[in-house]
């Protein structure tokens, strides 16, 4: 991999994918009707931040280096709203990663193409049940939802 790949990589792909992702668990959420999201890019300090319809949008300094979305409701979940949360980020992975493959069909490039695999890893990570460090992944969530009933 040349270096202009993996500079695309590391401050394109890898944070659009990671905000598609997260934009999936937000409409999640808003589909269950959330009392309050919020959806966050990176870490650090904060470059910007934009209030929507009960959603906080935020972006942090390092934009590249991950994201987490957030949602609450004064009644609590029932399992099937918690597993469409989870699921909606993979799915929306999913999603994202076969446009770029039609995509990649009619223009090949390499940066759609790092793209599209991008998107396809963090959809089947994220649907693979583990913990790592305190932090679960969406099929792990199922799975505890699952597990419960």
Same mark, same amino acid.
């Given at each position: 991999?040349?270096?202009?790949?993996?500079?695309?990589?590391?401050?394109?792909?890898?944070?659009?994918?990671?905000?598609?992702?997260?934009?999936?668990?937000?409409?999640?959420?808003?589909?269950?009707?959330?009392?309050?999201?919020?959806?966050?890019?990176?870490?650090?300090?904060?470059?910007?931040?934009?209030?929507?319809?009960?959603?906080?949008?935020?972006?942090?300094?390092?934009?590249? =280096?991950?994201?987490?979305?957030?949602?609450?409701?004064?009644?609590?979940?029932? %399992?099937?709203?918690?597993?469409?949360?989870?699921?909606?980020? !993979?799915?929306?992975?999913?999603?994202?990663?076969?446009?770029?493959?039609?995509?990649? $069909? /009619?223009? !090949?490039? $390499?940066?759609?193409?790092?793209?599209? =695999?991008? $998107? =396809?890893?963090?959809?089947? /990570? $994220?649907?693979? %049940?583990?913990?790592?460090?305190?932090?679960?992944?969406?099929?792990?969530?199922?799975?505890? /939802?699952?597990?419960?009933?």
């Amino acid at each position: 991999m040349d270096i202009y790949l993996f500079v695309y990589l590391i401050l394109f792909a890898a944070p659009v994918g990671t905000a598609m992702h997260e934009i999936g668990h937000v409409l999640g959420a808003k589909r269950v009707r959330a009392d309050k999201i919020t959806l966050t890019i990176g870490t650090g300090r904060i470059i910007t931040q934009m209030v929507s319809n009960k959603t906080v949008y935020t972006i942090r300094l390092f934009y590249f =280096l991950g994201g987490v979305a957030f949602s609450q409701r004064k009644i609590p979940y029932k %399992p099937v709203e918690q597993i469409k949360i989870a699921g909606s980020g !993979p799915l929306m992975s999913l999603i994202a990663a076969g446009l770029c493959y039609g995509f990649y $069909n /009619v223009h !090949p490039s $390499n940066y759609v193409l790092i793209l599209l =695999l991008f $998107n =396809l890893w963090v959809a089947v /990570v $994220n649907i693979i %049940p583990f913990r790592f460090k305190g932090k679960e992944s969406d099929g792990y969530t199922i799975y505890k /939802v699952i597990r419960k009933k």
